[in-house]
Each structure stands twice: as structure tokens, then as C-alpha cells.
């Protein structure tokens, strides 16, 4: 995903980070042409005139900063949590880590990085033949059911389930 210049530099696209919820949004890193990132991160970039407010006083600023990252840990540690288990575990990290890079350049470049991961993904996978995504697929239900039956061996069959979802789940073998 480069593009060349006027001067001929390749550059990587510039891609918008956001929390989501139309908070301050910044551009996220840009490489340049010696392969190092450009800040984004000053009271200039940011595209909201609140943010840009609250960028110049320091205090404000700083107070703004600590709240991005708590709250952008308390997504990401909620996502981290919900991997193993069927839903959206990976989404809600990606989710966690984009309200972090609307503040901070590190998880800027770690949501770039992501980014190009699953892109490179999903390019390798396109031209593959149907019957091999669908092992890719049968393989992933397979782990999703093993991580289901790993929980319920270690951690029981929970009492609030019905009757007969609890008969069901104690005739699977290693639960009963």
C-alpha cells in the first residue's frame, strides 16, 4: 500500500484512527521515505476544535491522555479476556487499541501494523481454492469448540443453564 510522491518517496497511506464514538481523531503514522514515522500527535493535527482546545493547556491535555488510556485498557484487557471464546474477542481489542492510538503514537503504529497483517491475511487467503477455505474454516470451528469444551471442563457446566442444555453438556465426553 505505497504511493510515490511528487519527489518520487514512497510513502505508506495515511490511515484515520478513531475511538469510534467521533472523539478526537488524529492521523495515524506515516512512514517516510527512510522507513522512520512521522509524529502525528500535535495540538495541530488533531481534526476536532474541542481537541485542539483541550491540546493547548497542558493540564486538560494531560488529563484527557490518562483517561484515553485507561479506558482503551479496559476495552483491550476486556478483549484480551474474550479471545479464547466464541464472539468478538479480536474486534474489542482492535476496538481498545484504536481509542488508544487517538492519543498515543505507539499504538498508532501497533494498529498500522495489525492492519497490514490482516490485510496481507485476507490477500493470501482470496485466491485459494474454495475447498481450502473451507479447511480454514472447519479448522477454526474445531479450536472455537475445543477452547468451549476446555472452559466448561475447567471451570464446570454453569447452574444457570436449563435442565437439558445441562443433561446435553454432561453426556459430551470429559464433562459428564
Known amino acids: 500500500m505505497k504511493k510515490e510522491t511528487a519527489v518520487g518517496e514512497q510513502v505508506a497511506d495515511k490511515h484515520v484512527v478513531s475511538g469510534g464514538d467521533g472523539g478526537s481523531t488524529a492521523v495515524a503514522p506515516k512512514r517516510r521515505a527512510d522507513g522512520a514515522f512521522e509524529e502525528p500527535f500535535s495540538p495541530k493535527t488533531y481534526k476536532f476544535a474541542w ?21 482503551g485498557f479496559i476495552v483491550t484487557g476486556i478483549g484480551v479476556v474474550a479471545i479464547p471464546f466464541p464472539g468478538p474477542g479480536w474486534l474489542i481489542v482492535f476496538l481498545g487499541l484504536g481509542i488508544w492510538a487517538t492519543e498515543f503514537m505507539w499504538a498508532a503504529r501497533l494498529l498500522n501494523f495489525a492492519r497490514e497483517k490482516v490485510e496481507a491475511w485476507n490477500d493470501w487467503m482470496r485466491p485459494k481454492p474454495l475447498w481450502f477455505k473451507g479447511i480454514v474454516a472447519l479448522l477454526t470451528f474445531a479450536f472455537v469448540c475445543f477452547v468451549v469444551w476446555l472452559t466448561l471442563k475447567l471451570g464446570g457446566i454453569p447452574g444457570l443453564l436449563p435442565g437439558s442444555a445441562k443433561d446435553f453438556l454432561q453426556q459430551m465426553p470429559g464433562l459428564g
Request: aromatic letters at 4%; proline letters at 5%.
Open 51 to 71: 481537541r485542539r482546545k483541550l491540546a493547548a493547556n497542558p493540564v486538560s491535555n494531560h488529563t484527557y491522555r490518562i483517561v484515553v488510556g485507561v479506558v
